[in-house]
């Protein structure tokens, strides 16, 4: 047992002495050369410049990352295919990081490849890529994690311009965080992100911009899709048809057959869906059809646009449940055609809609945020427990007992919940510092923690004082 034991620590010993080597590359030098040069736990840094190939990482666990960023360091693939491609059962070990990928032109996946693999993608810009489908990632089976990354005027001519999830050969998922999706475009459906029979986690992501031509500009979800949606902002963007008998869906979203996904403190603004001839645009924010269950929680929609259901369309026996939302874009703002429902509770709706706790009085907005005299601030359903414990801008979801309607909760510096932030919340701020750790607050001291650390510290009493000042 004793040289067991032993062996045992030599081995580990062995593998945490074996330091990991970088392998730098310069301008004029080969990141693929370096890549099969490269060993598990290896590090490929890319110093700035342009490198006018396309690689593969042949499945294995290396970090390829730039020194100084995707601003200065780009890889090109010229029209020659995809840009990178990741296989081989590459785990999340695999990582790219900070790198400009642009160029890509291919079936799957102009900038990148994902087939069975589940890489690490940090820091990266996809600009003008163009495939078939998923003009700058194709992802078929894997869970590849995006994280900080932008993706730009990228096209494809069927769908998914920004990313497709193709999942039908196997598990897709994945995860999209803290990423960008603008001015891409699809002659097909997903104008930045296409899920077909995928789930993935899309989480404080932006999509402004974006155009499809059949459906879902923001992001089209077929087959049986559902991913979670949190924290997410849809800005105009935009499907449309110019030909008569042609319909278009989903200025935002859309989803079909048994798509259903759940959208938390998302916002919807002035996204469209448009036609040259009547009736053919539906669903200015989201369309659902066949029998696609989405739910909407602490969503909101304002200057969303279509000739039918400006905030919601709804067809076939799809079936839509909202609850603490406001749906405020000035026209009609849910249509149902066929079997379709809408299950709305708790919510604003500016054209009215019955359900439980439905109201329509203008949400009084400012910024999409409630003002003081708002009738959304604690109407929402008195049994909401948050899954998250945020709302859009970061702070605390529940504040002054009740949930609000809509993407912001209203009361960030207001302690003592009289809907006007003054000195007395900072006297209460200070008793909510409790010990030179600080630590852990007790009950009603939520509305003074900025930051949402769970803990009211200086740093949160300065950003009071701040919104004192304003
Ligand atoms: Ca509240
Ligand atoms: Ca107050
Ligand atoms: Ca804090």
């Not at 403190?265 to 669903?283: D, E, I, K, M, W």
């Not at 969303?304 to 939302?325: E, F, R, T, Y």
């Not at 009289?418 to 010990?435: H, I, Y």
């Amino acid at each position: 047992m004793r040289t067991m034991t032993a062996v045992v620590l030599l081995a580990l010993g062995a593998v945490l002495g074996a330091s990991a080597a970088t392998i730098h590359v310069y301008p004029g030098a080969s990141i693929q050369a370096a890549l099969n040069a490269a060993g598990t736990g290896d590090e490929v840094l890319v110093h700035p410049g342009t490198y006018n190939e396309r690689i593969d990482f042949h499945g294995k666990a290396v970090t390829l990352r730039s020194s100084d960023g995707p601003s200065v360091t780009t890889i090109d693939g010229q029209q020659g295919g995809t840009v990178v491609t990741c296989g081989t059962a590459a785990g999340p070990g695999t990582v790219l990081d900070g790198l400009r990928i642009t160029g890509g032109q291919g079936e799957n996946g102009g900038g990148m490849g994902v087939f069975g693999a589940s890489p690490t993608v940090r820091n990266c810009v996809f600009a003008s890529n163009h495939a078939q489908y998923g003009g700058a990632v194709f992802v078929q089976v894997g869970q590849p994690q995006f994280i900080g990354c932008i993706f730009s005027l990228n096209t494809t001519d069927g769908s998914g311009a920004g990313v497709y999830f193709y999942g039908e050969m196997g598990l897709t998922a994945g995860t999209l965080r803290d990423c960008r999706f603008e001015n891409n475009t699809a002659k097909g459906r997903g104008g930045a992100v296409r899920n077909w029979v995928s789930s993935p986690t899309i989480v404080r992501c932006v999509f402004y911009a974006n155009h499809a031509r059949v459906e879902g500009a923001g992001i089209a979800n077929g087959g049986a899709s559902s991913p979670t949606v949190t924290d997410c902002v849809f800005y105009a963007n935009r499907t449309d048809t110019m030909f008569s008998g042609y319909n278009c869906y989903g200025g935002a979203m859309s989803n079909t057959e048994t798509s259903s996904p759940v959208l938390v403190n998302c916002v919807f603004q002035v996204n469209s869906a448009v036609s040259l001839y009547p009736n053919l645009a539906r669903g200015g924010g989201l369309s659902n059809a066949g029998s696609a269950h989405p739910s909407l929680v602490n969503c909101t929609f304002s200057g969303n646009h279509a000739d039918m259901g400006w905030a919601l369309s709804n067809s076939g026996s799809a079936q839509v449940a909202v609850s603490n939302s406001i749906l405020w874009d000035g026209g009609v703002e849910i249509v149902n055609e066929g079997s379709a429902t809408a299950t709305v509770r708790y919510s604003d709706v500016q054209s009215g809609w019955a359900g439980t706790g439905n109201v329509h009085a203008d949400p009084r907005l400012n910024e999409l945020r409630l003002q003081s005299d708002s009738p959304c601030i604690n109407t929402g359903d008195p049994n909401y427990a948050p899954p998250g414990g945020i709302d859009l801008d970061g702070h605390a979801r529940v504040l002054c007992g009740r949930v609000d309607m809509g993407a912001y909760e209203f009361g960030i510096g207001d302690y003592d919940c009289d809907r006007v932030v003054d000195g007395q919340d900072f006297v209460a701020g200070v008793s909510c510092l409790t010990g030179p750790d600080l630590g852990p607050y007790g009950a009603g001291c939520e509305a003074l923690d900025f930051e949402y650390d769970r803990d009211v510290d200086l740093i949160d009493l300065a950003a009071l004082q701040t919104l004192l000042g304003s």
